[in-house]
């Protein structure tokens, strides 16, 4: 579903380049839940930039659903990322003047496809994600988990080939950070959604199936899940201080 090949990425400085990512490789299968775990400037953003078509990078390919994204012009890209990936951002993103039923359409709205089938999509996404009460209210007026569980549910509405979340429960308390997760799983068990997230929190990332560990641009190790969800925070835990010694 989703192949990242060799990948380099840079940034130039004034005549010094500094390397980013260092030849990264891996892949997420279909249905997969994957997080990417590592210390500031390990290059998490920097990859996640590069596969959402937000910035260029320098050598090697990603592929999303057999399509390859180096070489596409502007007005590809951006269809691109409205129609195969979905997204979830830390600060939610959602449109304060729309309400929560709308925000939910608006990559249906983008596309100028917003029919009776959309309309259904979105009253089952909120059903299934237990905000089908708060519809009709306005972002301003629900709690932050809310909010993130009506940003998953717009990032379903195309019917995404990858959802890409960035740091989804960083401004949400435990309680929400966890009703979230538990929507993503939800996601992937109903909808085969595949989802690849990066995040800090370790807690997230052990209900994930698979972790990737980036240190300064490279792949330090994939941790893959493991015995109960408390074992596999544990044994990501360990490979994190091991991977900070």
Do not use: W
Not at 93 to 106: A, F, P, Q, T, W
């Amino acid at each position: 579903m989703l192949y990242v090949k060799n990948l380099y990425k840079s940034y130039q400085v004034g005549k010094v380049k500094y390397p980013v990512l260092k030849g990264i490789d891996f892949h997420v299968a279909q249905g997969e839940f994957v997080a990417v775990m590592g210390p500031s400037g390990s290059g998490k953003t920097t990859l996640l930039n590069c596969i959402s078509c937000y910035i260029p990078f320098d050598g090697g390919s990603i592929m999303v659903g057999g399509v390859k994204l180096a070489g596409q012009d502007e007005e590809t890209l951006a269809k691109i990322r409205n129609t195969k990936l979905g997204f979830v951002f830390q600060d939610f993103m959602l449109l304060d003047g729309l309400s929560i039923r709308e925000n939910i359409l608006v990559p249906r709205i983008v596309q100028g496809e917003v029919g009776r089938d959309a309309e259904q999509l979105a009253e089952r996404l909120a059903d299934m994600f237990g905000i089908g009460h708060i519809m009709d209210k306005y972002p301003a007026d629900v709690s932050g988990g809310e909010k993130q569980r009506a940003a998953v549910a717009r990032s379903l509405i195309n019917s995404p080939m990858v959802i890409l979340a960035d740091e989804p429960t960083g401004n949400l308390d435990s309680k929400s950070s966890r009703i979230v997760i538990e929507t993503f799983i939800e996601a992937k068990e109903k909808m085969e959604a595949t989802i690849f997230m990066v995040t800090h929190d370790s807690f997230a990332a052990s209900f994930c199936d698979r972790v990737i560990l980036l240190k300064d641009g490279t792949i330090y190790r994939q941790v893959e899940k493991e015995g109960s969800q408390r074992e596999f925070q544990d044994k990501l835990l360990d490979a994190i201080r091991e991977m900070s010694a």
